[in-house]
């Protein structure tokens, strides 16, 4: 069975860091993007940033762009998401999911198309 399990998130003070943690099994984990996605009460799901197969292909949403970094282990079937300067709007429940790179980078805009999505982690950004 394909799991993805995200993990990592916590409560922090705005300008902190966290890193979150996507540990998957179940498929060939190489061959597939990872995209990361964010849920807060009363809004709508919002793409963050999701990597390919390889890590050389990134996309950040511009709210992150510059404060966020995602990187892939495929060694240890692992993405991450580094997330630096953060700010209470930051605040939300993040998953992971999983497809093509077509569909995932169709997905940071809101297209429907992730085959599989996670477990969440709750971060929390607040003084």
């Known amino acids: 069975d394909v799991q993805l399990q995200a993990s990592g998130g916590g409560l922090v003070q705005p300008g902190g860091s966290l890193r979150l943690s996507c540990a998957a099994s179940g498929f060939t984990f190489a061959d597939y993007a990872i995209g990361w996605f964010r849920q807060a009460p009363g809004k709508e799901r919002e793409g963050v940033s999701c990597?390919?197969?390889?890590?050389?292909?990134?996309y950040y949403s511009d709210s992150v762009k510059g404060r966020f970094t995602i990187s892939r282990d495929n060694a240890k079937n692992t993405v991450y998401l580094q997330m630096n300067g953060l700010k209470p709007e930051d605040t939300a429940v993040y998953y992971c999911?999983?497809?093509?790179?077509?569909?995932?980078?169709?997905?940071?805009?809101?297209?429907?198309?992730?085959?599989?999505w996670g477990t969440g982690t709750q971060v929390t950004v607040s003084s």
């Open positions: 990597i390919g197969s390889s890590d050389v292909t990134t």
């Open positions: 999911a999983t497809a093509t790179w077509e569909a995932t980078i169709g997905a940071m805009t809101g297209r429907d198309g992730m085959d599989y």
